[in-house]
C-alpha cells in the first residue's frame, strides 16, 4: 500500500460528527420548555421512580394510566415521547458525592471535620450502587395544530426576521416559537405528569438550564461538571469571537454577522469535545477515552416484557444507555402498517397460517380502535478499550435477546448520529427501524418501574437491593409530621439503623447551628455516637456533647418542678408532664392504671405547689450556706439581703446584672421539690373538700392514698430529694443512659423505670417545647430575654428518641406523655422516635401518629400477619417481607421495610441500611470493639484509628477474631483471667506494627 492510499484510508475512518446538526432544540420558551428547531414545544421530565413497591397490581395501575394518557394524544399527529434510562457504575461515586454535598457544607459551617466519614460513604456506597437516570421528553409537533397556523407562523416569523435584520447564522434562533401550540403542549405535560404522579411515580418538569445539563451529561460526562449551566436566552452575555466568525472576518465575509453577541447554539454547547466516527464497519464512535457501540432495535419483541427483566439481565457492570422513542401512528405510521398488511396479505396463504393469524389479529385491533404507536429504540454502550466495548456490547445484545426474544444490532452507517440521538431531548427521530406495537405493549417497555425517594436529596442515604441510592431527610417538609416507630427483634440492626439517624440529621441541609439531639436508653449504644460527634468537633465545643449515665441518688439530683428561668409556674406541657409524674409515682406498683379521680388530685396539687411558692408571702426564703457559689456571687456583686428576701428577688438580682447562669442556679432553690407535694395538698381546703371523701381501691381515702404513695416515692427515689444538682443546659446533644436506674422486671422495676424514662426525658429536653406564645407565663422583665432565646429554640432542629421503649411497659402515664410529645412535635420542630423489639409496644393511637415507620428484620408469617392488620400493608409490603427481602445485619448491610407518609399519602420500599466501614467501627455497641477503639485512639488520633479499624475488618466489628484470639494458649497465659482484654491487647500490637511496617 503507498503513502496515498494508506492516508486516504485513515481519513476514511476517521469522520468528526457534528453535534450541533443533529441536535433538534434551538431556543426556550418558558421555564421549563423548549423549542425546537421545526418550532416543535419540548419539555423534560426527570422521572425518579416508583415510590411504593412495585408489585403487580402497583404496576398494572401506572401501566394503565399512562397508556390512557398517551392513547388520546397519540391518536392524532403531533406528539411524540422519548423515555431514556441511563445507568453508569464509572460515575456512581460522582453521584454519591454530589448526594452528601450538602451535608459537607452543613459540616463546614458548623466547624465538623467529618472527613473520614463523607470519603467512606462515597467508597462504600459505591460498591454496592450504580448512578442512574431516567428521563421522559415531551414533543409537541407544529402538525399538532393546523397547516394554516403553520404557515401564518413562518410568514410571521419570515417578517420579525427581516425587521429585526440581525445575521447571527451561529446563535440561537428567538424567531421559532409557535404560539398556538403552547397550549396543547402543556396539557399534553400536565397530563403525562398527573399520570405518573398518580401512580406514585416521582415526576418533576426539569428547568431548561438543568436540562440542558443532563443533555450534555449524557453525551459527554468526564467533561460536565455537577455545577455547568448554558448560556441561554436571558442569561447573561459575555461577547466572544469564536473560530466561525474569526474565519468570516479574516476573508472579509463576517463583517454583519452578530453570532458573537448573540446566543450560542444548544447543540454547540451539548459536545464540547469532537464526536469521531469509526468507519471500519464495527459501529464505533469516540468521545475522548471512551468509545461508544451504538446498536438499534431491529426486531422487536415477540412477547413484550417490562422493563424490570431488562434490567435484571444486563450484568451490573456493564454501562448503557436505551432510549425509547414513541410516536404517533398517524405521523404516517397508519398509512405504512396498512401497506404492510396488504401486503403480507396478499402473501400469505392457506399454508401460511401463522402469518395470515397474525395479520387478521392487527386488523381486528385497529377497527376496534385499540391504540397502536410507532416504536424506535436505540441501546449504547461504552468502554476504554475495543475489547472491553465489544464484550458489553454483546452482553447488552444478549439481554436484548432475552427480553422477549427482540434483537438489536450494531449501527456500521453512522454510529456518531445514532448515538448522539439517543441521548434525552436529542433529536425526536433517530435513524432506526421503526415498529408498530400496540400502545400497550410499547408502555410496557418503558422504564417506569424503578423504585425511588420521594426526597431528591437527605442528609442519609440508604440504598435499594437493586443500586439505587435512596435519600431520606429526617425532619422533611414533606411530611407532616415527624414520628417515627423503628421495630425489630434483638440483633437485627436496629441500633446502626438509629444511630445512622441521629447521626445523620448533624448534616441536614442549610442547618446554622448544631441541631439538639435527647437520646434516652438503656446501655451504651448510643456511646459509640456520642464519641464520633465530639472527636468530629473542635475541642472547644466538645462540651456540647454529653453521654451521662442517670443514677437515682442525690448527689446527682433532679428536681421535675424546676422552671425556665423568669418563671413561677409552669407552662402547659410542663403541667401534663407533672401531672402525669406525680399520677405514676401515686400509682400502687403492681397496676398499670393509677386509681381512679388520682390524676385529677395530681393536677390540682401541681396548682397548689407553684401557687403557694410564688406567692411572696410563702416564697422560699434566701438562707446563706444553702450554695456557697451564690453566697459568693451575693458578696461580690453586692447584692443586699435579709431574712425576707426570697429566692425569687436573689435570682432577679443576678438576672439584672446579666448573670443568667447564676440566676438560674438561684431559681433553682425558689420553687417547690417532691418533698412539698403533699404538704400542698393537704393546706389546700378546696382539695381536700373534693377529694378527702373519696375513697380508693385500697379501701382509704385518696388524699391519704396519694399522700402514702408520693412519701414512699420520695424514699424510693433520692434523686427527687432535694433541688437539682444535675446540669446539663448547655449540652446540645445529650445521651441518657437509664442503665443504673431503670431495672429489668415487673413491678417495682417496671415502675422505676416509667419514671426514670419521665425525668429524664424532662431533664434533658425540657426546652423542646417552648413557645412564643407561653410568653405569658413569665414574668415581665424576663420576656424580652426569653422571646430571643425561645425563638432560637424552637428554630432549632430538635430530635426526642426513646430507645427500648419496650422497657417502659404498659403504664399509662408514660404512654400519655409520649402521645403529648407525639402529637405536640410538628409545631414545635421536634422529631419524636421509638424505638422497641416488639410491636405489641406501640399503641393504636401511636402507630395512627406515625409518620415513619421501619420495620427491621425478618419476620415470620405470624408476625407478618400481626404487623399487616397494625400497619394496613398491602400484598406487596407482606411478600417483602415473607420473602427473605427484609433481614438482619450482612454483606451490605441490614435491611428493612420502610412505611412513610408524606403530603402525598402512604408510601413503601425495601431499604438496606449500608454503612461505611469507619461509621460501623464509630457506632458499634460491642464492648469488645469500644474497647479496642479506645486503646488504638490513645496511639493514634481518632479518625486514622478509625481508618486502621475499616481496613483490617470491614465489617465493621472485630468481636469474632478477639474472642479467637482469646482462645490462643499463649494469650490465655499471658492474660490471667481477662482473656478479653489481653486479646484486644493482641489486636492492637497486631494493627500497631502494621501500620508502623507500611
Not at 285 to 302: K, N
Not at 789 to 811: A, M, P, Q, S, W
Not at 881 to 888: A, F, N, R
Amino acid at each position: 500500500m503507498g503513502f496515498v492510499d494508506g492516508a486516504l484510508k485513515v481519513v476514511s475512518q476517521i469522520v468528526k460528527a457534528n453535534a450541533r446538526d443533529m441536535c433538534a432544540l434551538e431556543s426556550v420558551c418558558g421555564p421549563t420548555t423548549f423549542v425546537a428547531i421545526d418550532s416543535s414545544l419540548v419539555t423534560f421530565i426527570d422521572v425518579r421512580g416508583m415510590t411504593a413497591i412495585p408489585g403487580d397490581e402497583e404496576y398494572k395501575q401506572a401501566h394503565a394510566k399512562l397508556v390512557n394518557a398517551l392513547a388520546s394524544r397519540l391518536k392524532a399527529p403531533g406528539h411524540s415521547l422519548q423515555a431514556v434510562f441511563q445507568r453508569d457504575p464509572a460515575h456512581t461515586p460522582r453521584a454519591i458525592a454530589e448526594a452528601i454535598r450538602p451535608s459537607k457544607e452543613t459540616h463546614k459551617r458548623l466547624n465538623m471535620d467529618a472527613t473520614v466519614l463523607h470519603e467512606s460513604t462515597v467508597k462504600q456506597l459505591s460498591r454496592w450502587c450504580v448512578d442512574e437516570r431516567t428521563y421522559f421528553v415531551l414533543w409537541t409537533h407544529p402538525a399538532a395544530v393546523s397547516s394554516e397556523i403553520i404557515k401564518k407562523a413562518g410568514a410571521e416569523a419570515k417578517q420579525a426576521r427581516a425587521k429585526a435584520a440581525v445575521n447571527a447564522p451561529d446563535a440561537i434562533d428567538p424567531f421559532v416559537f409557535i404560539e398556538a401550540l403552547r397550549a396543547k403542549h402543556d396539557s399534553y405535560v400536565d397530563n403525562v405528569i398527573q399520570a405518573l404522579t398518580s401512580s406514585k411515580i416521582k415526576a418533576d418538569k426539569i428547568p431548561v438550564d438543568l436540562a440542558v445539563k443532563e443533555l450534555r451529561y449524557s453525551i459527554d460526562p468526564d467533561h460536565t461538571s455537577q455545577d455547568w449551566r448554558p448560556l441561554l436566552p436571558g442569561g447573561k452575555i459575555t461577547p466572544r469571537e469564536t473560530p466561525v466568525t474569526q474565519k468570516k472576518r479574516e476573508k472579509g465575509k463576517g463583517v454583519s454577522d452578530a453570532s458573537d453577541v448573540a446566543y450560542p447554539k444548544i447543540g454547540d454547547q451539548v459536545a464540547p469535545r469532537p464526536i469521531v466516527k469509526n468507519e471500519d464497519g464495527r459501529g464505533y464512535c469516540q468521545i475522548g477515552d471512551l468509545q461508544y457501540a451504538p446498536m438499534t432495535m431491529e426486531l422487536f419483541p415477540q412477547s413484550p416484557m417490562q422493563f424490570a427483566a431488562l434490567f435484571s439481565s444486563i450484568p451490573e457492570h456493564v454501562p448503557y444507555r436505551v432510549s425509547f422513542h414513541v410516536g404517533s401512528m398517524n405521523d404516517g405510521g397508519v398509512l405504512a402498517l396498512k401497506q404492510t398488511l396488504a401486503t403480507f396479505s396478499a402473501f400469505a396463504s392457506a399454508r401460511n397460517a401463522a402469518i395470515r393469524d397474525t395479520i387478521k389479529k392487527m386488523k381486528d385491533q385497529m377497527s376496534l380502535g385499540k391504540p397502536f404507536a410507532t416504536l424506535r429504540v436505540t441501546f449504547v454502550t461504552w468502554a476504554k478499550t475495543t475489547d472491553e466495548l465489544q464484550g458489553r456490547a454483546a452482553a447488552l445484545a444478549q439481554a436484548v435477546q432475552a427480553w422477549g426474544q427482540g434483537d438489536i444490532r450494531a449501527d456500521a452507517s453512522d454510529p456518531a448520529e445514532t448515538m448522539l440521538k439517543s441521548a434525552p431531548g436529542m433529536h425526536p427521530f433517530p435513524p432506526t427501524t421503526r415498529g408498530y406495537p400496540p400502545l400497550s405493549e410499547a408502555v410496557a417497555m418503558l422504564p417506569i418501574d424503578r423504585p425511588a425517594s420521594d426526597w431528591k436529596a437527605g442528609s442519609i442515604l440508604f440504598r435499594t437491593e437493586d443500586g439505587v441510592v435512596w435519600p431520606w431527610e429526617p425532619g422533611s417538609s414533606k411530611q407532616t409530621r415527624w414520628n417515627e416507630l423503628v421495630f425489630a427483634p434483638p440483633g437485627m440492626g436496629k441500633s446502626v439503623l438509629s444511630n445512622a439517624i441521629n447521626l445523620a440529621i448533624l448534616g441536614k441541609a442549610g442547618m446554622e447551628r448544631l441541631p439538639r439531639l435527647v437520646i434516652l436508653d438503656i446501655g451504651h449504644s448510643s456511646k459509640g455516637m456520642i464519641n464520633l460527634i465530639k472527636h468530629m468537633l473542635p475541642e472547644n465545643q466538645r462540651d456540647l456533647v454529653l453521654e451521662h449515665r442517670m443514677v437515682n441518688s442525690i448527689s446527682e439530683a433532679i428536681n421535675p418542678f424546676d422552671l425556665q428561668l423568669g418563671q413561677r409556674v409552669p407552662t402547659s406541657m410542663h403541667r401534663s408532664f407533672l401531672v402525669n409524674l406525680l399520677t405514676t409515682l401515686g400509682t400502687p406498683v403492681g397496676r398499670d392504671t393509677p386509681y381512679e379521680n388520682m390524676a385529677e388530685l395530681a393536677a390540682m396539687t401541681v396548682d397548689e405547689l407553684y401557687n403557694q411558692f410564688a406567692d411572696q408571702n410563702y416564697a422560699k426564703r434566701y438562707t446563706e450556706g444553702t450554695d456557697p457559689s451564690i453566697d459568693k456571687a451575693v458578696a461580690e456583686l453586692g447584692i443586699s439581703h435579709d431574712e425576707d428576701t426570697s429566692w425569687w428577688e436573689i435570682r432577679d438580682e443576678f438576672f439584672k446584672r446579666n448573670k443568667i447562669d447564676i440566676a438560674n442556679r438561684a431559681q433553682r432553690y425558689a420553687v417547690p421539690v417532691m418533698n412539698d407535694a403533699v404538704a400542698a395538698m393537704n393546706s389546700n381546703e378546696t382539695i381536700k373538700a373534693t377529694y378527702g371523701g373519696i375513697q380508693a381501691e385500697s379501701g382509704e381515702k385518696l388524699t391519704v392514698a396519694f399522700g402514702r404513695l408520693i412519701g414512699a416515692a420520695i424514699g424510693a427515689y433520692p434523686i427527687f430529694a432535694k433541688p437539682t444538682v444535675l446540669n446539663i443546659r448547655k449540652a446540645r446533644i445529650v445521651a441518657m443512659d437509664l442503665q443504673d436506674v431503670a431495672p429489668f422486671g415487673d413491678g417495682p422495676a417496671k415502675r422505676q423505670t416509667a419514671v426514670m424514662y419521665m425525668t429524664a426525658r424532662f431533664v434533658a429536653a425540657q426546652d423542646f417545647y417552648l413557645h412564643l406564645e407561653m410568653l405569658g407565663t413569665f414574668d415581665s422583665a424576663y420576656r424580652g430575654y426569653q422571646a430571643e432565646r425561645i425563638e432560637d429554640i424552637h428554630n432549632d432542629v430538635k430530635r426526642l428518641v426513646y430507645d427500648e421503649f419496650h422497657r417502659t411497659g404498659r403504664i399509662s402515664t408514660v404512654r400519655d406523655q409520649v402521645v403529648v410529645d407525639k402529637r405536640e412535635g410538628r409545631k414545635h420542630n421536634v422529631q419524636v422516635a421509638l424505638i422497641s423489639q416488639d410491636i405489641s409496644d406501640f399503641d393504636d393511637i401511636m402507630v395512627r401518629l406515625a409518620s415513619s415507620i421501619f420495620i427491621v428484620g425478618s419476620s415470620s408469617p405470624g408476625d407478618v400477619e400481626e404487623l399487616a392488620r397494625r400497619f394496613k400493608l398491602g400484598a406487596s409490603q407482606k411478600a417483602a417481607l415473607l420473602d427473605g427481602k427484609v433481614h438482619g445485619p450482612r454483606a451490605g448491610g441490614s435491611s428493612f421495610l420502610f412505611l412513610y407518609e408524606t403530603k402525598d399519602g402512604w408510601s413503601s420500599q425495601v431499604l438496606k441500611n449500608t454503612r461505611a466501614p469507619e461509621e460501623l467501627w464509630a457506632l458499634s455497641t460491642t464492648r469488645e470493639d469500644n474497647d479496642l477503639l479506645k486503646r488504638l485512639t490513645q496511639q493514634f488520633d481518632y479518625s486514622r484509628a478509625l481508618k486502621m479499624l475499616a481496613d483490617r475488618f470491614p465489617n465493621g466489628s472485630a468481636k469474632e477474631y478477639i474472642e479467637e484470639v482469646a482462645n490462643r494458649p499463649d494469650v490465655v497465659a499471658r492474660a490471667g483471667g481477662d482473656t478479653a482484654s489481653g486479646a484486644v491487647a493482641v489486636v492492637v500490637r497486631e494493627l500497631v506494627d502494621k501500620t508502623r511496617a507500611a
